[in-house]
Every structure is written in structure tokens, then in C-alpha cells.
């Protein structure tokens, strides 16, 4: 794997073996000193053209704990400002010495197109309404750590599908892994062609709350209701968003999980955040592993030793 741009350019296997290897950067990250030193000497620059915080933040964490060297990209303060194109400033970080480069764009395919600039390895954060690959991995990770597989497992979508890239990522993964998945969202907030996807389609959120085994809510932009793709916040939140009395009818097993930011009271009711099957927090902390084990694939020597003592003296050299 030389890239991660898209999660359709990874096999079953693939995915699996990213999963798998995240079981050990949740122990690494786990440990008193959580940092190994599997990728020393190498550097890992972040170029966000869009606002993070969860994403930005992970992958510097990520690449800390595996000891590279990391560079943040400020496009406010750089030279994009003055109108510097993306591929001078691709080349200008590639000249400084950069082996990988996590990318987040507002536009569709840049992360790929930066791949055919440099030599580099690229990390699609989220590129417009494409993909979100790194953030399908954390999710099915996280569902895998509670329910032990996706294999067999129902998993609702629900809210702005089409303007979603984490739904595009989640969907190819956790049907790519054995989920059947059942998007509910209004006809409007459905991409018109779904034929690419093997998945099932309601526009009632009761209907399916005791069938699912991860009941997924997408962030609502209020946006949207002036764009009359719903008549109001109010009326979606009626229809579609996660209210106690939604949650109590789902299983005593199912997860209810969002990628967040959450709009607390509209997809989500306040309450529903707290509960105990909300693993909305831990699929950021999962976050970081799994970027680890992304990072360690594409950088790494090919292993990681998992040996804590070793680990640590190395840490203090």
C-alpha cells in the first residue's frame, strides 16, 4: 500500500489487516509511555485546506506516537494566500524531505491528484463529497471491538447521505466487510443513483430501529433546510433524529455512533449522547490507532514489535 486515497481501493483483506493491526496501537497507546519508535527519521506533514479539529489533531497524535517528525500546514498563514497553486506548494513541502502527506480539501479528488505529484505517500483526510477512508476504518473498527465482527450485522445510515463522504467511506467499508446496510433519509438527501451500493433504503427511522445492530447519525448542516432540501431543522429532527424514546427501542447491544461534530438536539437529542451504547468518544480515540496502523503501513519497516520493555528503552535513547 502505497496511498490511501479511497476505502474502494482496499480488498477485504486489506481492511482486515488494518484492523487487525490496530489491536496493537490501541496497546501501544495503552502503555505508560505510549510511543514506539517505528517510524523515527520519518515525517509527516498535514496540508488541511478545510477546517479539523478531530482529524488534524489524530494524525499528529498518530505520528507522534510512532515517533516520526510532523509538520502542520496553516493555509491562512502560507503562501496559498497569495495565490500559490497546490501543486507549487506540493513541491515545496516534497523539496523540504516529506514521506507522507495527509491531505483534507474541499474539493473531489485532490488528495489523488497530489498522489500523482509526489513521490510521497498520501492520506486522503476527506476530500469534498468523495471519501473519508481513514474515518470508515475507525468505525468499523469500533463496531468490530463491540459486536467482534461486521459479518452479518445491520447498520442504519441516517441523514445527509449525499453530501457525505464519511457515509460513501462507511457504506464501501461495512459492506466490503459483511454489514448490510439500510440508509433513512428523505428522497432529497439521497444521492439519485444508488445502484453503485448494495444497500437497502427507508425514509422512516422507526420502521428500522429494531433491526439494527448500529444505528450511525450524520451531521445535519442547517444549511440544508434553506436549500429546501427539508422543510425545517424542526420538522428533520421529528422524522429522523435519535430521541430517548427512539433509543430505548433499539436493541440492548446496538450502537449509536456519529463521526462530530454532533448538532445536540437535532440529530441527536442531548441525552441520547450520554448513553451507554453512544461510543461517539471512543471512535475518536480509535481514531488515532488506526492512523497509526495507516501511517505504520505505509512508512513502517513491515512489523511492529509489540515487546513493552524494548519499546521503552528504545523511547529513552
Not at 19 to 27: I, N
Not at 92 to 111: C, K, L, Y
Not at 190 to 204: G, H, M, N, Q
Not at 231 to 256: C, D, K, Q
Amino acid at each position: 500500500m502505497r496511498h490511501l486515497l479511497a476505502i474502494d481501493d482496499l480488498s477485504r483483506d486489506e481492511l482486515e489487516e488494518i484492523l487487525e493491526l490496530t489491536d496493537s496501537m490501541v496497546e501501544v497507546s495503552g502503555r505508560s509511555i505510549p510511543k514506539v519508535p517505528a517510524l523515527r527519521g520519518r515525517t509527516v506533514v498535514s496540508l488541511f485546506y478545510e477546517d479539523s479539529t478531530r482529524t488534524r489533531l489524530s494524525f499528529d497524535s498518530a505520528a507522534k506516537r510512532l515517533s516520526a517528525d510532523t509538520m502542520s500546514f496553516a493555509v491562512s498563514s502560507s503562501s496559498v494566500s497569495k495565490g500559490e497553486s497546490i501543486r507549487d506548494t506540493v513541491e515545496t513541502i516534497e523539496a523540504m524531505g516529506m514521506d507522507a502527506i495527509v491531505v483534507r480539501h474541499r474539493s473531489s479528488g485532490v488528495p489523488a491528484q497530489i498522489a500523482r505529484w509526489t513521490d510521497a505517500s498520501v492520506v486522503n483526510a476527506g476530500d469534498g463529497w468523495h471519501q473519508h477512508p481513514t474515518q470508515a476504518l475507525l468505525d468499523a473498527y469500533t463496531i468490530r471491538r463491540h459486536l467482534g465482527s461486521l459479518e452479518g450485522r445491520r447498520i442504519a445510515i441516517v441523514g445527509d447521505v449525499v453530501h457525505s463522504r464519511v457515509a460513501r467511506s462507511d457504506i464501501e467499508a461495512f459492506t466490503r466487510l459483511g454489514a448490510s446496510v439500510v440508509l433513512v433519509a428523505p428522497p432529497t438527501l439521497l444521492p439519485a443513483d444508488l445502484s453503485p451500493w448494495s444497500v437497502d433504503v427507508a425514509e422512516d427511522l422507526d420502521s428500522v430501529l429494531g433491526e439494527v445492530d448500529v444505528c450511525y447519525l450524520l451531521r445535519i448542516q442547517r444549511e440544508r433546510a434553506s436549500e429546501s432540501l427539508f422543510p425545517s431543522v424542526r420538522e428533520y429532527t421529528a422524522r429522523f433524529g435519535l430521541s430517548a424514546a427512539r433509543a430505548a427501542r433499539l436493541g440492548p447491544h446496538a450502537l449509536i455512533m456519529h463521526p462530530g461534530p454532533m448538532n445536540r438536539g437535532v440529530e441527536i437529542a442531548g441525552d441520547v449522547a450520554e448513553h451507554p451504547n453512544a461510543v461517539v468518544t471512543e471512535q475518536v480515540a480509535n481514531g488515532v490507532a488506526v492512523r497509526m496502523a495507516v501511517l505504520f503501513l505505509l512508512l513502517g519497516p513491515g512489523r511492529l514489535d509489540p515487546a513493552p520493555q524494548r519499546t521503552t528503552v528504545e523511547v529513552e535513547a
